[in-house]
């Protein structure tokens, strides 16, 4: 066989080129393909392409910087294969800047294992993927930082939720008044969530609200979470709005319904005998458009002493529910709790004396009472006369009937030390018959002016421009 110039490939000898015998040949290549392939099985494998979706906590971000991240953002670590895109974002403002979750992909490669029990493992950037771990993304228009919080085979969004709550908050009136149904809280330049319900009440120092919201969640654990807060009863959340913030605690989940309803109560206070004349059935106590507190109904009673009136009024109030527990603002209404009204012309702060009712315990009903003056001058007794009456508006409380009177009788103590009832030179003990309007209880209790009625007791009456105190000494 000749080489096309001559040479013969094999010689006589079997010699290639009459140099290399062909059988040494064969050893050596076969001893080659043994070397390379023992080189081959103990070098690692490169391992299979393999993909991951991960959820990635970035933590807290400026605004600008929130703005940017968003799906198909992608990250290609130099000197790699590897490669992560995110598919889908989670926005929340924290007050403090915008928390973001984002959902990725990684493209990396799976491994196999050197023992053949042990599963093959995902690696990305020459590393086994764990939760736990951190990355810094760098992109064309951002570079942050994300921990790993949960690993998938699949799925590439983010498991969230529309959650419905509501808020309890103490806030100004001037916040309240900015605060509206419609409002929405965004975060990067996206909505999260959005008031569906508002309440407004007085409250000792602004106003109670209740805010019914509607928030984009994401879930973890098992739980909904706003950014990293928990969405639970108790949870407090802050928000910001348009030109206010607010923070308060979720008192309901679930809805954003907040429970409401019109009851009746029975308000008693004393005021100043000039803002008593203010006070009128009608009388509306206004946080918004709608009103509050309605005052169907006034009695307003002398107390003995001219410059104060004790009010009763009957009112229709705007309570939410707790269950079957109503409450005025944060406070639960009941018999002995405070109810502020404000309105246009006063400002007063009313006990709750009844519930369920606008009108007076008991039944209207007259009294005659024995009232005892003693040891009063001639000239002030001279001035009680019968038909004179205690009135205020248009209710008489007190008519006097029948007036006896006769010398007072002072104590006199002898130089000896022997003691003597004496008839008094000028002074006059009177007794008065007076008729008086009360309201009865079904156990027998009688109620003057809004207080329980007692022999024994102290009474002042103001008979037209005259006042006078004395004690009842009984009552048919």
């Given amino acids: 066989m000749s080489d096309g110039g001559g040479r013969q490939l094999l010689d006589d000898e079997g010699r290639i080129f009459g140099v290399v015998n062909v059988v040494d040949a064969l050893v050596v290549l076969l001893v080659l393909a043994v070397v390379v392939a023992g080189v081959v099985l103990l070098l690692p494998a490169p391992g299979e392409p393999d993909n991951r979706y991960v959820t990635l906590d970035l933590g807290e971000q400026p605004e600008f910087v929130a703005e940017e991240v968003g799906p198909g953002d992608t990250w290609e670590p130099e000197g790699t294969s590897d490669a992560l895109t995110i598919t889908d974002v989670y926005r929340f403002d924290t007050g403090d800047g915008t928390s973001i979750f984002a959902r990725a992909q990684l493209n990396g490669t799976t491994v196999e294992p050197d023992e053949p029990d042990d599963d093959p493992v995902f690696e990305f950037l020459d590393d086994p993927l764990r939760i736990g771990q951190s990355f810094d993304l760098v992109t064309q228009e951002y570079e942050v930082s994300g921990n790993v919080t949960s690993v998938a085979r699949s799925g590439d969004r983010l498991p969230l939720a529309d959650s419905s709550f509501v808020v309890e908050a103490s806030v100004s009136s001037q916040t309240a008044e900015e605060i509206d149904v419609g409002d929405e809280f965004t975060a990067g330049g996206e909505v999260f969530g959005e008031i569906e319900a508002f309440e407004a009440f007085p409250a000792e120092d602004g106003q109670s609200v209740l805010v019914g919201i509607s928030a984009t969640t994401i879930e973890r654990g098992g739980s909904q979470f706003l950014g990293n807060t928990r969405l639970g009863v108790g949870t407090t959340l802050a928000f910001e709005g348009d030109g206010y913030t607010f ?208 022999s024994g007791q102290p009474l002042a009456l103001e008979l037209g421009d005259l006042t006078i105190e004395g004690e009842v000494i009984g009552f048919e």
């Fill in 247 to 454: 923070e308060g605690d979720v008192v309901r989940r679930g809805s954003t319904e907040i429970p409401t309803e019109m009851r009746e109560f029975v308000l008693e206070t004393e005021v100043d005998a000039a803002v008593a004349d203010d006070v009128r059935g009608g009388d509306e106590v206004h946080l918004g458009e709608e009103p509050l507190v309605t005052v169907e109904d006034v009695t307003v009673y002398a107390t003995g002493d001219a410059d104060v009136r004790r009010v009763v009024m009957g009112v229709s109030a705007l309570t939410r529910l707790e269950g079957d527990t109503a409450l005025f603002g944060d406070e639960r209404v009941r018999v002995g709790s405070t109810l502020s009204l404000e309105t246009e012309a006063y400002d007063v702060d009313a006990e709750v004396v009844r519930r369920g009712t606008i009108e007076e315990a008991g039944t209207p009903a007259s009294r005659t009472a024995t009232v005892k003056l003693e040891n009063i001058p001639p000239e002030r007794a001279a001035a009680i006369s019968e038909g004179m009456a205690e009135q205020t508006r248009e209710l008489t409380t007190a008519e006097v009937q029948n007036v006896s009177a006769q010398p007072a009788e002072v104590v006199l103590e002898s130089e000896d030390g022997d003691i003597f009832l004496r008839e008094h030179p000028r002074n006059k003990d009177v007794e008065l018959a007076v008729e008086l309007s009360v309201r009865e209880l079904d156990d027998g209790t009688v109620r003057f002016r809004s207080e329980r009625l007692r």
